[in-house]
């Protein structure tokens, strides 16, 4: 076998494999088949309906969970402008070695065309809120809750245009606000919900 008849089979077995491989990825992204949420609303104040929709991945033995975006164009149609896998954390990550993570769902919904994001992680409620600029939705502000299973919640407020971050303490029943701290953050630019995943947002 001389060298072109090998380069030629090298050639044709790298295309091969890269079909291959390109046609699992398409495989992998139809596998999100099961609807966990939809949620419909004007995101880009055009007055017409956008769409959030969270799916699972069945055939994965980790569940993973998909976020999608889908806003409205001047021709009425849909257009995909977000979808992320790494924004929630699958329902039985590799690391609890088949057990469940212990956590709910998170939950979307749209209010006054910005996008929220409720979790509920380790007994701490967070609430995520993006806006959408220039067909990217930018985290702009976290609010945080936890309850000490008593009479008191631990509460934390951030902004990240204002770049500050409040902390403070109320007893149930008070509107005091106990022990406040205000610090402020630094903030280069607003993260993008792309680009953020669950630990991400975590860390905050």
Not at 7 to 18: D, E, I, K, P, S
Not at 103 to 119: H, N, R, S
Not at 153 to 181: C, M, P
Request: charged share 30%.
């Amino acid at each position: 076998m001389n060298i072109k008849t090998v380069l030629l089979h090298l050639v044709v077995f790298l295309l091969v494999a890269q079909t291959h491989l390109y046609a699992q990825k398409i495989a992998q992204k139809d596998n999100f088949t099961f609807q966990v949420q939809k949620e419909v609303g004007d995101l880009n104040n055009d007055k017409l309906d956008d769409k959030i929709m969270v799916e699972m991945d069945l055939k994965d033995d980790t569940r993973p969970l998909r976020v999608q975006i889908f806003l409205s164009q001047p021709d009425k149609k849909l257009k995909l402008v977000v979808s992320s896998t790494k924004l929630i954390e699958s329902q039985y990550p590799s690391y609890k070695k088949g057990e469940h993570n212990g956590d709910v769902i998170p939950d979307f919904f749209i209010e006054e065309g910005k996008l929220k994001m409720l979790t509920d992680i380790k007994n701490r409620k967070s609430s995520y809120e993006f806006r959408l600029k220039q067909n990217n939705f930018e985290l702009i502000k976290i609010s945080r809750v936890r309850w000490d299973g008593k009479d008191t919640t631990f509460e934390t407020k951030i902004d990240l245009l204002a770049k500050t971050k409040i902390e403070f303490e109320q007893v149930t029943g008070s509107e005091k606000l106990l022990n406040k701290r205000t610090k402020t953050i630094k903030i280069n630019s607003l993260p993008k919900i792309q680009d953020l995943s669950y630990s991400d947002l975590e860390q905050y």
